[in-house]
């Protein structure tokens, strides 16, 4: 019988475990009566007890995945209900990959772990869906991926909202939680019905229905305040519309959130059009060197403009509008720099992690901890089928679990039975660090890999698609994934937004990289505004927070350089094969530049952002000095002169450049020269 000591979600985890192995061993409908006498953790209960405990348990489950088919009798009464689990919905249907796809599977938990808020289910899935077989990565372990992004929570904080909502997501659950509306500047209530999650740019977004507004709308999760709390006590609270699309809300153009405003008429150069029609052909139409684009915020279009260096033709309204801003940006960075009064004000204080609107009773069992020892289990029985002796550390290496842990979940796995007192598995951990399983039969339960809770079938295509855009095995491995689950979690959980390049050219750069030949490029550098023809070797592809990079050796320049994926305009494969330098390791600086933008040899600029862009400011850059009048002064590293004028074009004004003063030179030469295109 289940220890009174045990903590309540220990309980819980052994009602499960045990009523999933009981319902299969049975291999028939049961009642509740039956449930309540020979299930562990339930015969000490009232009746009113169990009731409660049975149907929260039922809740959690199929909040797992996990659904239990019920039989209601025609008449009604709760206890003559059947209940059934088929193994087929509780088993995974084998997946045939190949080496080359389970070594790439491997290679992604090694690229996303620690830096993927789903890093755990991750790994738990891979185990799953690999069955314990080690990752045959053979001897070339030589890594052509690099992943600059963090793709993690943001912190615990942030990280316990996300798995509150993935959770009411999948259980139609409605929530609520206050929120920093930036538009505003102000905190306030929000009661959401949530439908969907976004990754893109490195934030996770929520996308559902909101009360307050009466529509759907999008919520950053770093911008939430406090616990995110469920609005109900339900067991449902909605629907979500059959006809809602999450790609509608996914690669975006930033000017054209809201309803439109006008249409915006935008002179392209001839050497960019083939640049604009790729990148933001979707966003608008090209034709006669003119591009033309619904807007929503007349100072994101402008501040795209800007930043290109493009000439705004119509309507009159946003020509003024671009031009007045021009002109603030030469007034501002004429002469001396601005001086500053810094604020005197306390610092803001940090938001308490409460709402206020907590609701009490058990927690729910983390659907980690649950996978988890489903699939330890699955572990324990192969060995003990095949009389082998497991070793603590191989175990704990296996499940990233520390020796402590690994105890307790065996300890919870010896008492979960499969009826009338016969237990499914006994394990003992010897002093020496072996784990010794008894060779008795056992319950078929967990005899093989459990199917993937939607959290972990949701991190597993999740990953797959965060990198699987440069890798083929990826791509065919989660068409794999998706037939066994028989849908597509991006489909209804969590949409990874990946930065929008040329699949021909990836494809091209792909097949250079793995067949070590030579690559010839035609290479757009935005900076100078200059096209030129290199021949390179190609090593790999990076990812950093503006896009991805193709890391090479350059023959003419003798060094290796990070080609921006989407200024290549064009690629091509040669026969010429090369020899891979062994000295050249292109993910070895993905925590340097690619994730901080700080280059080596970097310079500093101070530069001070209006009082009504502050905010936003706030959330991309390092404050230096909060100023008098609500502005702020903010730190912009650089390595050249021209990505530094870009970034402050882009603030259409709202930035001023306060040292050092070359750097204000550039912009004022910058913004002199855009007023000539207009005039």
Known sequence: MVSQGLAKDTEKLIRQLSLISYLMAERRPVTATEIRRDVEGYSDMTEDAFARRFYADRAELDALGIHLSVDKPADGFSEQENYSLAPEAFHLPPIAFTDAERAALQAALTLLDGEFAYAEPLRLALQQITWGRPSPLGSDSRQ????????????????????????????????????????????????????????????????????????????????????????????????????FDPRVYAN????????????????IPENLEWYIERQYGDYGTLSNGVYRTDYSIPRLLVSWALEFGLRIVGPAELVEDARGRVDKLIEDHRGEAPAVVPTRAPAVPVPVESNGRSRGGDAAIRPERFARLVTLATVLIAAGKAGETLLVNDVCEQLQLSPTELREDIAVLNVVNFGGGAYVIYAEVKPTGEIEVDPEPYSDTFDRPARLLPIEAKALVAAIDLI????????????????ALGFDPVEEGLHIVSPKVDDDIMHRAEIAIQEHRLLELEYWTQSQDRYSERVVEPYGRINSREGWYIAAWDRSRERLIHFRLDRIKRARVLDETFVPSADLDVAADIGGWPRTGRIGGSRSARVLVGAEQARWAREQRPVLTEVEGGAVVVEITFKGLDFLVREVLKEAGDAVVLEPADAREAVLEAAEKLVARTT
Do not use: C
Not at 183 to 201: C, I, M, N
Not at 252 to 267: C, H, K, S
């Open 468 to 483: 699987g855009l440069a890798q083929a095995d990826l791509r065919s491995a989660r068409e794999k994934v998706v037939d």
């Open 144 to 243: 052509t991926i690099g992943l600059g992004i963090t793709a993690s929570a943001g912190g615990g904080e942030t990280s316990a909202r996300l798995a509150k909502i993935d959770t009411a997501i999948y259980r139609r659950k409605r929530i609520e939680f206050e929120y920093h509306t930036m538009g505003r500047d102000a905190t306030e209530q929000r009661k959401v019905d949530p439908y969907h999650l976004l990754f893109e740019g490195g934030q996770f977004y929520l996308v559902g229905y909101s009360h307050e507004r009466k529509a759907v709308r999008e919520f950053r999760l770093s911008r939430i305040r406090g616990k995110v709390a469920y609005a109900t006590k339900a067991e449902h609270d909605f629907q979500r519309p059959e006809d």
């Open 252 to 267: 975006r153009i930033p000017w054209q959130l809201g309803d439109p405003v006008g249409n915006a008429e935008i002179e």
